[in-house]
């Protein structure tokens, strides 16, 4: 992470960061897919909160698919992570993230492939709220 951004309108914080992380996948498990990952995040000393900064963010998921079909299949995640600062009285702040992703992706030749999906937080009072995505992949 590089310290771009401004600070003053919260889209930065002006400080470097790093993460650092392992993935891994059950082989061969059919028309099931199994993901799991755990990680570190490391951000400097920052503008925003620096006296409650937290620097050190511990991070993982579990990811469980389904194909259907061919063409067809879908993905639900649980992600977490820990909270970015301590001692705030802002929930979205000082608490660990869940947010929960439900996806799929449908297959509509052998070059291109639409995802589609939502994500929404899984505990009270932490970001993200909700999110919607769709993406086309030409390959």
Do not use: C
Not at 28 to 40: F, H, K, M, R, V
Not at 47 to 61: K, T, V
Not at 118 to 128: D, H, I, L, M
Request: proline share 6%; charged share 15%; aromatic share 12%.
């Amino acid at each position: 992470k590089l310290p771009t951004g401004h600070s003053d309108n919260l889209a930065g914080n002006g400080a470097y960061g790093g993460a650092l992380w392992l993935d891994g996948r059950v082989p061969e498990t059919g028309d099931w897919l199994i993901l799991g990952s755990a990680g570190i995040s490391y951000t400097g000393t920052g503008d925003i909160l620096p006296q409650q900064q937290e620097h050190w963010i511990p991070f993982g998921a579990v990811t469980l698919g389904y194909r259907f079909t061919e063409n067809f299949s879908t993905q639900v995640q649980v992600y977490a992570h820990g909270a970015p600062y301590r001692d705030s009285t802002l929930p979205p702040l000082a608490h660990i993230g869940v947010p929960l992703t439900v996806s799929g992706s449908y297959r509509v030749s052998e070059t291109t492939t639409m995802n589609f999906g939502f994500q929404e937080k899984a505990n009270y009072g932490a970001s993200p709220d909700f999110g919607i995505f769709l993406g086309l992949d030409l390959h």
